[in-house]
């Protein structure tokens, strides 16, 4: 898999997408490359019943990722629930150097990964009054027109920060998978940090999302900003003594709560951002005519979230053609739409997630520690899903019919 990247790119993930930035620690080089070649391998190795993936990695410190080899293997078994199997090797004829040997010029305060979703958006507000560089990699769908446009907003707020999209192009997905996209996403941003000469790089994801409890086992779910993800990915950079951590600062908020937290101008942008994640996954959606699809469990949270924070009019007014499927499904024969399977399935999940919330068994499907709270108390969890028991509820209570007649 390494020698197929090298083939088709010429270069090492690294010297690919950061070209002559020659100033961070070894370690970090090697750790994004193993980060982007597991996310190459997940999306570019055919899916199956039984799929087992082995990775040969060139590195420059052998023995630092022999020594760190389990760690990585238990964080991708975590996020993917499959088995890997890594093999370090000894990379020849680069350079020595272990040392941060000089930062970017243009000194930021923060640096944040934002993909275009209302999440990551929100990261623009939080830090409307220091100096951001947010990072991401340019889609080629709906989400990257939604990129584009929030380059465009930041620049328009002259708020002295910039947008960084890195190009990734001409991939053969063979899976379409965001199992793993995370750890692209967090190479990415630990460089970015690491040339900043800072040590913190933050990231936007509601709490809910964040748990992504499996209730209903007939769903595939991803744990790529889980507690416990960020908490294994930590322990990394730690071994490794990169002096580097993560930080999901939204960890204990509803999606409601952040949106919020919103002012007028960054409200009217909300229609801008990209939520769906049929859209990403499913090559046959049309986005041409629709952003969203309106059925999966992405695109009914924002319903919950705008219904909660009394916003709706944004999507069912201001966006009227946003949504494929109807957007509350009131007073329209909506099971004959070809998304009806998706969304009832999607309305069942919500609806057993409050219920188990209600009666305190949700715990028992989150696979959360008091450990992986670094950031955010552990107890601040317990009221933040509460919170989304009664924002479930009061959506469902606001649209009785939300099914539709049958």
């Known amino acids: 898999m390494y020698n197929k990247f090298k083939e088709k790119y010429e270069k090492s993930p690294y010297n690919y997408f950061f070209k002559d930035k020659d100033n961070v620690d070894s370690k970090l080089k090697d750790l994004f490359n193993t980060l982007f070649l597991i996310y190459f391998a997940d999306i570019s190795t055919t899916e199956s019943v039984d799929r087992q993936i082995k990775l040969n990695i060139e590195v420059e410190n052998i023995e630092e990722f022999k020594k760190i080899a389990l760690k990585i293997k238990r964080l991708v078994k975590f996020m993917t629930s499959e088995n890997w199997e890594f093999n370090f090797k000894k990379k020849q004829n680069e350079s020595k150097n272990n040392k941060l040997l000089e930062v970017d010029n243009e000194k930021f305060e923060v640096v944040a990964l934002l993909s275009g979703g ?65 750890l692209f996403f967090f190479g990415l941003g630990i460089v970015e940090v690491s040339m900043s000469g800072l040590t913190k790089l ?12 499996a209730i209903d086992f007939s769903r595939t779910t991803t744990k790529t900003t889980h507690p416990k993800t960020i908490y294994l990915f930590n322990e990394i950079l730690q071994e490794l003594n990169i ?10 908020m509803t999606k409601a709560e952040m949106v919020k937290k919103l002012e007028n101008d960054y409200i009217d942008f909300i229609k801008n951002t990209v939520t769906c994640g049929v859209g990403r996954m499913n090559v046959s959606f049309d986005n041409s005519k629709y952003t969203h699809c309106g059925a999966c469990v992405p695109c009914l949270l924002r319903k919950i979230t705008l219904s909660a924070a009394g916003l709706e009019s944004v ?13 509350y499904g009131v007073d329209k024969e909506i099971h004959k739409n070809s998304l009806f399977k998706e969304y009832k399935s999607g309305i069942i999940y919500f609806n057993e997630y409050k219920e188990l919330i209600k009666s305190g068994e949700i715990f028992s499907y989150l696979g959360t520690r008091t450990k ?9 969890r317990n009221r933040m899903l509460e919170k989304f028991k009664d924002e479930v509820e009061d959506f469902f209570k606001k649209h009785p019919n939300i099914l539709g007649k049958e």
């Open 118 to 182: 209302l999440d990551s958006f929100t990261g623009t507000y939080f830090n409307e009054s220091k100096k951001t560089k947010f990072v991401g990699f340019n889609l080629q769908n709906p989400e990257g027109k939604s990129q584009k446009l929030i380059k465009e907003f930041i620049k328009s707020k002259n708020l002295k920060s910039e947008f960084k999209l890195y190009e990734l192009k001409d991939m053969d997905k063979k899976t379409l998978t965001q199992r793993t996209r995370s």
């Open 202 to 213: 933050n990231i936007y994801e509601n709490g809910v999302m964040s748990l992504n409890p």
């Open 243 to 252: 002096d580097i951590e993560v930080e999901n600062t939204c960890i204990n």
């Open 315 to 327: 999507d069912a007014s201001s966006y009227q053609y946003s949504y494929d499927y109807p957007i």
């Open 372 to 380: 992986y709270y670094k950031t955010g108390n552990y107890s601040e």
